[in-house]
């Protein structure tokens, strides 16, 4: 079976190193994310230091904890993640690389198109159809979110 490949794409009111910067602060992803009905119970960086290729994180999902990395960073355009699961035989049974990439669209605007490739093994692939829909629905979530923390009004402290 062939990958699950799909584009996202929105218009984001703010300057293209804020979108960028928001997107590579894996922890911060934790405050933008929160309350959206993701999947995502929360993330955090694994490896120390500035986010660039290589970097590890830890997702904790409601289906369970997923391992990724960036393997692509270019500031402030490109940025492609890539995680994993595993059986708990240690077999591979799905990977993703959600990936962002950005352009400047007048004033102050950012166009992200956010690419979401999956890859199911093994038995797993008998459900395509649904990781299709799951995946497809996740990944919209989570652009909506980005785009929706920068337009809603500053929180006080």
Known sequence: MRPIEFEIERTIRAP???VFARLVDIDGHNDWMAGTGSMLKHTRQTSPGEPR????????TTQGTTPGEIVEL???HTIVFHWWDRSRSGRLTFEGWPSYHLESSGDNETLVRHRGKLVSYGVWRLGTPLWRRLAVRERTITVDALKASFEEAP???
């Open 16 to 18: 293209i190193d804020l």
């Open 53 to 60: 290729v290589g970097t590890t994180f830890v997702d904790e």
């Open 74 to 76: 270019e500031a402030p």
């Open 155 to 157: 929180r006080s402290t």
